[in-house]
């Protein structure tokens, strides 16, 4: 395998960089951590509705999550086509994680519309401060996942994007798929275990 | 079993990448079944739980390589993951969500 870019090793045979991004995920899942539990000691306590067995669309959130799912398999999918230098797949999977994260968001767009439409709001009832504050955070990593799938393509494009900026590929990987992770724990308690 | 790493990387091929996709899509639909069957009702929180953790594991472990990277990158992530859980568990009791007859 060639390496055209600076490799980044620490003391202990590992990149710094993917290091210090793990380092990053661990503390993000303090923050997510802290946001799902808020939305979990607050649940059912609203004294006023709308309540989530009235407004959460279980169907819609299902192909969302699907769609989210299929992101993940399309960035591991660009990540092993950049290792192998075969850019041309490595394009295609990179796009295609981006506009599965914008179909996301558009979903979640429909969703977060519907809502306030319902009378759900931040101001609304405690279900509406802690679900808009804990789903609206996923949507913003999932908003600068996209943006930074997009770099990854344009750089690709641009023919800066090669097997041996394949590190850079994982990183963003990385990210792409805690953002993944964090969706299905939201999923599960928000959507699917609502009271 | 086969040898699913490939000797550059030892990262999974793309076969098995499919295969982790299938198994997550196929979980994601028993999870929904599971919401609207009314006889999972009783055991829809412990089996909602227990399949969104093997989700959680399958993307983790082989998606994100954790099962073929160092072991560090495991403890970066796993101790606060472990830590966040643990003040999740915490402040879900000293807030009264587990407590019974609510």
Known sequence: ?195 | MEDTTTPAQAHPTAATYLRIAAILVIITVVEVGVFYVPAFRPLMVPILLTLSAVKFVLVVMFYMHLKMDSPFFTFLFGGPFLLAGAVMIALLFLFGVFALGR
């Open chain 1, 1 to 195: 395998m060639s390496h055209a870019a600076t490799v980044h090793h620490t003391s202990m045979g590992l990149d710094n960089r993917k290091m210090a991004f793990w380092a990053f995920i661990g503390s993000e899942c303090l923050l997510f951590g802290s946001l799902i539990s808020t939305y979990l000691i607050y649940q059912g306590r609203s004294i006023s509705g709308p309540t989530p067995a009235q407004i959460l669309n279980i169907p819609v959130t299902s192909v969302s999550t699907f769609d989210l799912l299929m992101s993940s398999l399309w960035m591991v999918l660009a990540l092993a086509a950049v290792q192998r230098g075969d850019m041309k797949w490595a394009k295609i999977w990179l796009l295609g994680v981006a506009v599965g994260g914008l179909i996301f968001l558009g979903f979640q767009y429909y969703e977060f519309s519907s809502f306030v439409h319902e009378g759900l709001t931040l101001q609304a009832n405690l279900f509406g401060a802690t679900f808009f504050v804990l789903t609206g955070t996923h949507g913003a990593h999932v908003a600068v996942g996209v943006l930074w799938m997009l770099t990854l393509w344009v750089r690709a494009l641009q023919g800066k994007l090669g097997p041996g900026h394949a590190i850079t590929v994982e990183i963003a990987g990385l990210y792409w798929h805690f953002v993944d992770v964090v969706w299905i724990a939201i999923f599960t308690l928000v959507y699917l275990l609502h009271k």
